[in-house]
């Protein structure tokens, strides 16, 4: 496996650890990490060749200590737990120069450049961090700023006010950076979020009819066959059934296609409320509808036909107008007895259906087709 690939799926699981909402900002946390990782690795490299004695070695347990704090926080990250991850590697952009300016005695003798950190610092919490949570702690690190000059009179004699000043402007686009960062962030999740929306209608409206919410008939087409293969395969039952609306076309003829259109859309609710979640319930062209029937007998599919047929005809039993009393003439047909692919299936369920038809409508009728077919 080539490393681009190794690195390509080291980042899908990575992700897969994550819930959605938070993906794209433990990536970045990942990013971030690594790449503070290599800049503590960098300063202590620099601690060696310029500082010695004690001030060596407070740096280099400093600088250990948050090499190490961050180096969990990686962890967790890895584990998915973002929330944890984040405020430990918060923890450490705040801890760090503070530690350094409380601990090195150089800052209380005059040394303000590690105050400058204080402001890194609020800045780079403004990437990890909500607004408020940046606003709070930035607020109480400037007021120990000013409170720092004001007990340490060698800082006083330098130019503080201008120390200050950086602070609160690092500070403010900190914040301001975070805010509109974070805000494009979530425009960009939320047009990801409909686009995915979206994309399920549209595969939904591809194998579904838009009148009646079954399956269409290319699906059915694509899943009877899949269906087929698999009872040949597992040596199982598959019984499919051909239904169609008595009396439809005058029916919309007397009382006009809305009421058609009600009247399909009624039936078609009940056959996917009483069919089992294996089932595919299609719609096989204007009044005529197709189920197949996974695992399931001619005896069981006759059974289950006759069920619906059944439910059907309670359909508008109570109401006054003719045209909302609903029956059905089905046909079944099953494999192996009726054939084994599906053309002759359905042929065989349509013949069947035909039959119910002739015969006077509002029953069902199952059929085996003399017909020999090789697996």
Not at 212 to 240: C, H, P, W
């Amino acid at each position: 496996m080539k490393f681009a690939d190794r690195i390509a799926g080291f980042l899908d699981s990575f992700q897969l650890k994550h819930t959605q909402s938070d993906k794209r900002s433990a990536m970045n946390l990942l990013v971030f990490q690594l790449i503070y990782l290599v800049l503590i690795a960098a300063t202590i490299m620099l601690s060696i060749f310029v500082d010695h004695g004690g001030r060596l070695w407070f740096y280099l347990l400093l600088l250990g200590g948050l090499m190490a704090v961050i180096g969990v926080a990686l962890f967790f990250n890895l584990r998915g737990r973002f929330r944890v991850s984040t405020w430990l590697t918060a923890f450490c952009m705040i801890a760090g120069p503070w530690l350094s300016i409380l601990l090195d005695p150089n800052v209380a003798a005059g040394d303000f450049l590690p105050l400058i950190y204080v402001g890194m610092s609020i800045q780079l919490c403004s990437i990890l961090l909500r607004e408020s949570m940046t606003i709070i702690l930035a607020i109480i690190q400037l007021a120990a700023v000013v409170a720092m000059i004001l007990v340490c009179p060698a800082l006083r004699q330098n130019n503080w006010p201008s120390l200050v000043a950086f602070i609160v402007f690092t500070a403010v686009i900190g914040v301001l950076y975070g805010f509109s960062n974070r805000r494009q962030l979530e425009e960009i999740d939320k047009q990801r979020n409909q686009l995915v929306l979206d994309e399920a209608k549209l595969r939904a409206l591809s194998v579904r009819d838009p009148l009646t919410g079954l399956y269409n008939r290319r699906y059915m087409e694509e899943t009877f066959d899949r269906e087929i293969q698999r009872a040949i395969r597992k040596q199982r039952q598959l019984s499919v059934v051909m239904a169609d609306i008595d009396g439809f076309k005058e029916i919309n003829d007397s009382f006009g296609h809305v009421l058609g259109d009600q009247m399909l859309i009624k039936v078609s609710a009940l056959l996917m409320k009483n069919i089992r979640a294996s089932d595919v319930a299609c719609r096989y062209g204007g009044d005529e509808f197709c189920l197949i029937l996974p695992d399931c007998t001619l005896e069981e599919g006759i059974r289950r036909a006759e069920a619906l047929r059944c439910v059907i005809e309670q359909l508008g039993a109570d109401t006054e107008t003719k045209a909302d009393h609903v029956t059905l003439s089905l046909g079944v047909a099953a494999m192996p007895e009726s054939g084994l692919s599906r053309e002759t299936l359905l042929a065989a369920a349509d013949s069947a259906l035909y039959s119910s038809k002739h015969a006077g409508r509002n029953r069902v009728n199952g059929v085996k087709c003399p017909q020999k077919e090789s697996i």
